[in-house]
């Protein structure tokens, strides 16, 4: 075997996922370690370089074949340097990764950020092959946006392009206060932490709902309890997928992509949450920005950065 | 002389600009004439090949000179294949504009809407000289959008994308009805129609302006009294500042451009509503997101359009 590979690296706060992809962005080999947050940007990039070898080491490929490392971090960078500017979850301010890890293992290294690498996945290999305009909005923590322009990460002019999660489409009114310092961003209504949210909301206004059964609310206990006809629960999935569908609706305007993939745990919700995402979709976009426009689940699930970040040096 | 000329042309409802711009967007010449929409597509289309031959040689270039003709209409097209879609000033439906105009005239032809093109003319000669990633607003009858991404206008998946005058930024609760069936559309507040509907609701209310003592409202009598002062119509202007301010924090956040460039007849009203604009985007937008960007006037005026149409060629 001569052909070329491509490693794809996905660091978490906790846990780094490595993977190997050959040019059609099929993923071969698989490896996962510990991040080691703890011991700052050294023993991670450390375990970086040892993650990599491990990786190719143990498949059935050589080390010649690496043609290049795609990495995705969670934060804000300076993709054309390589750059972590700012990583809240690591605790990195200014990590130069490029240059360190390319002196390491001598072979070219690209990175990006984490949403963006799972919308590049999934555009190479998953829900959106084949298909070279497209939006992924990442239902987790928060919501996170990725822009495929092209075929291409859409980066903007100093990487901060797609920061979808902090579009304000909350009236000011009903509108509550968001991490990033803004009030009313989608991320406050259509993420877990948005979903958990509304339910101990409604649960301290006395409502009626199974939910008052639990002791810890999590996102998956509103979707299930939705789905077993529970009103509340059902009221409040709406409302993330209503606010949900009207921000796609501002983004077919602004980027008239084909298609919008929906990832992350909370999009494992199914028609619930999607039907009302596609009707607000339907209702607020001008019918010659909806034409042709699918609305569809991611498919790559948690391999979506490896194979987007392995991605990086054919499309990134 | 032997270089390479490249020839715009900007249709409108009833006149129809023409230009020769060198390879780096200078404008060498120019020329206009009627429309002649009453007589369909075949008239207009006429127009242009005769208009076109007339520019060049009322020129000191010659027809062997010219390298490519870049065309811009106001409405839907399909770019890739140069059809106009769709075209309400000039009643146009599937118009093969390309196919037609190649066979007449034997030179490369390119199409795009006329936001585009202003946008594109903008970024290669104007306000966004050496900037290779903006957004245009053009406020004029309504808010046109176009938006250039590493040096090229960003058309999306069928040519819709940059439709920004329809993100739907008001309120529902204080929306009004949109052209495009919408409510609450940026146009519908930050266009000189906007400016003037709401000066016409002011006056219907029975406040008290110096614009009762119009009897043609027009949205620069509107900014006129701003800027002398007159209560009603400096609430009028600042709310047209604030929502197109909201709006582009919208942009910023999903593309992160460099510049934001506002033109169209109702951006000479100056600093009475660039203040506005500048106060809602840095109250709304992230630092993160706001970091390096500008906003800032249009430079080409009535000739933007001309100049991005010749860009086509180059940098379509």
Redesign the interface.
């Known amino acids: 075997m001569t052909d070329q590979i491509y490693t794809g690296v996905d660091v978490g706060g906790t846990s780094i996922k490595l993977g190997i992809c050959d040019r059609q962005g099929n993923l071969l080999h698989t490896f996962e370690g510990p991040t080691g947050t703890d011991g700052g940007p050294q023993v991670v990039l450390q375990n970086i370089v040892t993650y990599v070898r491990q990786l190719v080491d143990q498949s059935a490929y050589s080390w010649e074949q690496v043609a290049g490392i795609g990495i995705g971090f969670p934060g804000?960078m300076d993709m054309k340097n390589g750059i972590v500017k700012f990583a809240p979850n690591l605790r990195w301010e200014n990590v130069p990764v490029k240059d360190v890890l390319e002196q390491e293992l001598r072979k070219p290294v690209k990175i990006n950020n984490d949403a963006n690498i799972a919308a590049l996945g999934e555009a190479w290999a998953g829900a959106g092959k084949g298909v070279?305009?497209l939006v992924m909005l990442t239902l987790g923590t928060g919501v996170g946006?990725g822009?495929i322009?092209g075929g291409k990460i859409?980066?903007?002019?100093?990487?901060?392009?797609?920061?979808?999660g902090?579009?304000?489409i909350v009236?000011?009114?009903e509108a509550i206060k968001c991490g990033?310092?803004?009030k009313g961003c989608v991320e406050t209504v259509s993420s877990a932490t948005g979903i958990v949210k509304m339910a101990l909301d409604a649960l301290e206004r006395g409502e009626k709902t199974m939910l008052s059964m639990h002791e810890d609310i999590t996102a998956k206990a509103v979707l299930d309890a939705a789905r077993e006809g529970d009103e509340v629960a059902r009221r409040i999935v709406n409302r993330a997928g209503y606010y949900l569908g009207?921000t796609m609706?501002?983004?077919?305007?602004?980027?008239?992509?084909?298609r919008f993939i929906i990832g992350g745990g909370v999009s494992k919700a199914g028609d619930i949450l999607f039907d009302p995402i596609r009707e607000a979709f339907a209702q607020?976009t001008?019918p010659?920005?909806q034409?042709?426009?699918d609305i569809v689940p991611a498919e790559l699930g948690n391999n979506a950065g490896v194979v987007g970040a392995a991605g990086l040096h054919i499309r990134g």
Do not use: W
Request: aromatic fraction near 4%.
């Open positions: 804000f070279d305009d946006g822009i322009t859409q980066e903007g002019h100093n990487g901060m392009a797609g920061e979808l902090h579009i304000q009236p000011d009114l990033c310092g803004q009207r609706s501002i983004l077919a305007l602004v980027l008239n992509p084909k607020y001008p010659s920005s034409e042709g426009v």
